[in-house]
């Protein structure tokens, strides 16, 4: 069984990770709008595995006797100032899910709940390397130095990514 309080607080999170997905989707978007088919792309599976985390979390509380309620979306932004600046505002929200979940593994210890915690340790492994996977791009983003030639290639780049399922039952 999961408490009220932790149902609650997965809930909350199920929220962010649409909203997640949302955002992504959005800047995936933008990018397509602005030519940058390889950051649209990019996005666009960032899109899906927000998709896939919300819907982990859906059957984690659906199994252990909670109740997944679903919650209005928050409008994301729809237009960004740079093809930098899409990927700083995608650092700094995987920063915020990453304490989003470092607050429900605090929740989940103070319950003593066990099982919750085993199940956020996956999400925790997974925000280090959302947070890794933006952050080289935004690397390789401030040596190009706003060179349109750099910049291309990056966005080639980032046409290469496809989405992969993680398996369930880890």
């Known amino acids: ?12 999170q199920i929220n962010n990770e649409l909203y997640s997905a949302y955002l992504y989707f959005s800047m995936s978007a933008f990018c397509s709008s602005e030519g940058y088919k390889g950051a649209a792309n990019w996005f666009y599976i960032q899109t899906m595995e927000e998709m896939t985390h ?5 059957d984690y509380v659906n199994s252990r006797g ?6 209005a979306i928050a409008e994301p932004p729809a237009s960004f100032d740079s093809y930098e600046k899409l990927f700083e505002d995608a650092l700094k929200h995987e920063q915020f899910i990453t304490q989003c979940f470092n607050e ?3 929740l ?11 199940e956020l340790q996956w999400f925790v492994t997974e925000q280090v390397e959302e947070e890794e ?6 690397g390789e983003l401030k040596l190009s ?11 080639r780049d980032l046409a290469a990514r496809v989405f992969t ?5 880890e």
């Open 108 to 118: 989940a210890r103070e319950e003593k709940d066990h099982a919750t915690q085993i």
């Open 66 to 71: 909670g109740r997944a309620i679903m919650q």
């Open 133 to 138: 996977n933006v952050t080289d791009i935004l």
């Open 1 to 12: 069984m999961i408490s009220d309080t932790m149902t609650k607080a997965l809930n909350k």
């Open 165 to 169: 399922p993680p398996a369930t039952n």
């Open 54 to 58: 919300a819907k982990r979390i859906y």
């Open 145 to 155: 130095g706003g060179d349109k030639r750099a910049l291309l290639m990056i966005d």
């Open 104 to 106: 429900l593994m605090e």
